[in-house]
């Protein structure tokens, strides 16, 4: 069945450093690729996603690349802030046989950037 | 301002008792979601609905039930059957239909507490 690895947390980083969370996918087709913050104590937002294979979806300074030979999804920053601290979700679109669309999702990594 | 509401923010729940939570959306989306967010855990999908009056189980609906009688009201109702209830829950929807997308948008989350 479909499914996302996403690599463990937390991610500690100092303020400005380069972010690297890995997502990895299992899937049949060519399903829609996501990644979604949360912030403490609040519901997810979605951050950027990509529809296709090589396409880039970029918000707010993070970019991923959906990578079909590798079957990958990463997540990049190149200057993290503090502001950007919280957990961090990789999904996939999924459909079943009966039509149903659903997400599946990574367990999220935490990620804390110090000042 | 469209978005998804969920209430209340917290809610208490004594041994026995069925206690609702609400989910409501202006975005005019078809499909509705409910999942179960465990301490530093990923999304777990309770129950979804890709239109109304039609709804089916997810991954863990042992414990809840469901209605969507409106299409913009997904409650959920969790039940003295649920040994395990406190967690935050997550309300999410996704268009459908000739404006169809697999971006999931979410509420704000319900954090439930048994007394």
């Known amino acids: 069945g479909n499914s996302v690895t996403q690599m463990e947390g937390p991610v500690t980083l100092s303020e400005e450093a380069f972010l690297t969370i890995n997502c990895t996918y299992t899937a049949t087709g060519y399903p829609s690729l996501f990644w979604y913050v949360q912030y403490p104590g609040e519901g997810l937002q979605l951050l950027l996603k990509?529809?296709?294979a090589d396409d880039k979806g970029s918000n707010k300074g993070f970019e991923a690349t959906y990578r079909k030979e590798t079957t990958s999804f990463h997540l990049e920053k190149g200057s993290v802030q503090v502001s950007d601290s919280a957990v961090y979700f990789c999904a996939l679109s999924s459909i079943n046989a009966g039509n149903n669309r659903k997400l599946i999702w990574g367990l999220g990594t935490s990620l804390a950037v110090n000042p | 301002d469209g978005g998804i509401t969920q209430s209340p923010k917290y809610l208490f729940r004594k041994e026995g008792q069925n206690v609702t939570l609400s989910c409501e959306q202006n975005l005019n989306h078809d499909a509705m979601y409910w999942y179960r967010q465990d301490p530093g855990q990923g999304l777990r999908l309770i129950y979804y609905s890709q239109i109304v009056n039609d709804f089916q189980k997810g991954d863990i609906a042992e414990g809840y039930s469901v209605s969507r009688e409106k299409k913009e009201s997904f409650p959920l109702t969790v039940t003295s059957a649920q040994k395990n209830p406190t967690a935050f829950y997550l309300c999410?929807?996704?268009?459908?239909?000739?404006?169809?997308?697999?971006?999931?948008?979410f509420g704000p989350g319900t954090r439930l507490l048994v007394l």
């Open positions: 999410a929807s996704r268009m459908g239909g000739t404006g169809f997308s697999e971006t999931q948008y």
């Open positions: 990509a529809t296709k």
